[in-house]
Every structure is written in C-alpha cells, then in structure tokens.
C-alpha cells in the first residue's frame, strides 16, 4: 500500500497530476470537485491557520519557519488533518492519496506526521500561476503577515514565493520527485515514465493542452517581480532581459 500527496501552489496544475492519478487507479478520496480537489476543505484551511501560529515573519520577504521542524506538533492541527484525510486515511485501496493546494501551507507538518508517503512538488512558471484569482492569494486569509500591497498581481506573486520558500526550508523527505506543469504538458510521455518509476504504477495518459504554458505572453497585466528571479533560474523559466 502506497500514500501520495501533491505539494503546489494553487493554479499550478495540480489538477493535472490528481486527474492523471485518479484515472489511474489512486483513490484520492472522496468527495472531490472540478478541479480534483479533495472536499470538504475547511478542516485543512483551519490547519494552516493553526500552523502559521508559529511562523515568524522578519519583515519583507522574509519569514522564519524554523520552529516547525522541531516543536511538538499541537494536536489540534493532527485532528484537523486526520479529520480532513478521513476518506483517505480509512481507504483500503492499494494506493490511495489526496490533493488540495492549501497542503503547501501545512507542508512542514504533513510531512513529519507522514514521513514516508511519495510527495509530488508540482512547479509552473509563477508568471502563469500569478494570472488568476486563488484562495490563497491573501496569506493573511490564512494568518500569515506579508508585506501590504493593492496590486493583485503582486499579492499573488508574493504568495507564490511563500510557498516556494516554504518548501524549500523543509527538509527534503525521503520520497520526493519535482516536477514542472511544463514538462508535463510538452513533453508527457518523458514525464509519465519519470513519475511511473517514483510512484511504482502504470499511469494513464490524459488529454493536455499546450496553450496552457506560457499564458503570460499574452496576457494583459504585469506577471514579473524581481524577487521571483531566484526560483524562475532554478527551474529553467524564461527571466526578462536575460
């Protein structure tokens, strides 16, 4: 028997994967909505909440998440998640997972009470991330303090960068793979192979759509910050005047 979990901002293509793993025999609990999301959401949106207690901002972009790796983890948040993951936790199916994009926030917890599950790190170009709305646009939604700003754009590009940060500070668990919603998109059967070898079953193959990638070329609006330079380099993104 084998656990998954995606790790992905909102409007990264998680879908994508959560579909692929469902048609694909993974029971992802139930029930889920449109976008593959496991229902209801409001256990896990209170979790976040009770984790970002104990996350410290310094200012900027820049915040401290180094208690999470160490304190005792309170067990409101265990029953919160537990209670989330009810479906899932109580499924007998061989292998079984969940997706929702609101784990990203609570990833440093989820993964020190599931240690050995396979975490999929979803990735796509914040330019294309940060085009439409997103429940956690606002982090303060989810009691997280951020530098105040009216541009849209820019709350959601800082949310983005949260997030990446985020799980970048956490220790790495044993089973992990990256991925970017690019490679899955243009070159899917690469990518399929990737993931089948990590996760150890036969995936289907969904319908894709190439005109997802790179939406930001032509949309109006700004989709560019500076301070997203660092992980775009990392993951290969196209970085203006470059």
Not at 68 to 82: A, G, V
Not at 115 to 136: A, E, G
Not at 171 to 183: C, G, H, L, S, Y
């Amino acid at each position: 028997m084998s656990m998954i979990t995606i790790i992905g901002r909102g409007h990264s293509g998680t879908r994508a994967i959560s579909r692929t793993l469902w048609e694909s025999g993974v029971f992802m609990g139930a029930p889920l909505n449109q976008s593959s999301d496991l229902l209801p959401p409001e256990d896990m949106y209170d979790a976040c909440r009770v984790l970002a207690r104990f996350v410290q901002w310094k200012g900027d972009l820049d915040w401290d998440w180094s208690a999470l790796h160490t304190m005792e983890i309170p067990t409101e948040f265990t029953d919160l998640i537990h209670r989330y993951l009810k479906s899932v936790l109580e499924s007998t199916a061989e292998h079984k997972g969940w997706k929702i994009p609101e784990t990203t926030l609570v990833y440093p917890w989820v993964q020190r009470l599931f240690p050995d599950i396979k975490y999929i790190f979803w990735i796509r170009n914040p330019r294309d991330c940060i085009l439409n709305r997103h429940k956690t646009d606002d982090l303060h939604d989810f009691g997280i303090d951020y530098p105040a700003t009216e541009d849209l754009r820019r709350q959601r590009a800082i949310s983005w960068w949260y997030q990446y940060k985020l799980v970048q500070a956490t220790p790495q668990p044993a089973n992990w793979i990256e991925v970017r919603f690019e490679d899955f998109v243009l070159k899917q059967d690469e990518t399929l192979a990737r993931l089948e070898d990590f996760l150890g079953i036969k995936l289907v193959k969904i319908p894709v759509n190439p005109e997802a990638v790179d939406r930001w070329k032509t949309a109006d609006g700004e989709s560019y910050y500076d301070f997203l330079a660092p992980a775009m380099r990392k993951y290969g993104y196209e970085i203006p005047g470059n």
